[in-house]
């Protein structure tokens, strides 16, 4: 179900709207605005929203977007 890395995880949260397609338009938008500098967030982001993409709804509704402050 996604198979997020921790570092994948952290932008989800950040930018989850409750909704898969609304994280998918949050996080594309969000990419949007890097600067060419910041090419290992744009790397995980696009990562992160090929997993998404792929994965269902009901898929994404079982994931559990919540910061995990002890790792």
């Known amino acids: 179900m996604g198979n ?42 696009d990562s992160a929203l090929g997993k998404l993409q792929v994965m269902s709804d009901a898929e994404f509704a079982d994931l559990e977007l919540y910061p995990d402050f002890d790792e």
Request: charged content about 30%; proline content about 5%.
């Open 4 to 45: 997020f890395t921790f570092e994948e995880t952290n932008p989800l949260c950040i930018y989850n709207t409750g909704s898969r397609t609304g994280l998918i338009d949050a996080l594309t938008e969000m990419r949007g605005k890097l600067s060419p500098e910041e090419a290992e967030l744009r790397e995980l982001t």
